[in-house]
């Protein structure tokens, strides 16, 4: 069974986004943001195809897949046993930043 692995920096972008969340809006804000992120990608384990391809990292040549949470793209990759979560991306930035 295939289980889900958060690449650091995909933990240090969402870490980054509940600190800013937390300054700006506050703890309860911050926390349910965090929270729909992380919970967002559970489904993965069952049905890790569910995200298209994203387009802008096919370059890459990993297959990179993605779900949307809010203002945010989760971006994965999968191989034979684990899913790992790559980045956590703030669709109102410039698409190619996601290269980074």
Same mark, same amino acid.
């Given at each position: 069974?295939?289980?889900? +692995?958060w ?12 600190l800013?969340?937390?300054? &700006?809006?506050g703890?309860k &804000?911050?926390?349910? *943001?965090r929270?729909?992120?992380f919970?967002?990608?559970?489904? !993965?384990? @069952?049905?890790?195809? *569910? ?6 990292? *096919? ?7 993605? !779900? ?14 684990n *899913?790992?979560?790559?980045? +956590?991306?703030?669709?109102?930035q410039?698409?190619?930043?996601? @290269?980074?």
């Amino acid at each position: 069974m295939r289980q889900i +692995i958060w690449t650091n920096f995909a933990i240090s972008e969402l870490k980054n986004i509940f600190l800013y969340y937390r300054m &700006v809006a506050g703890d309860k &804000v911050a926390v349910k *943001i965090r929270k729909s992120i992380f919970n967002s990608t559970k489904p !993965l384990i @069952k049905h890790p195809f *569910i995200g298209p391809i994203e387009e802008n990292l *096919i370059d890459l040549k990993q297959e990179h897949r993605y !779900l949307v949470e809010g203002n945010y793209k989760i971006l994965y990759r999968l191989d034979k046993n684990n *899913i790992y979560i790559t980045d +956590i991306f703030d669709c109102r930035q410039n698409p190619s930043k996601m @290269k980074r």
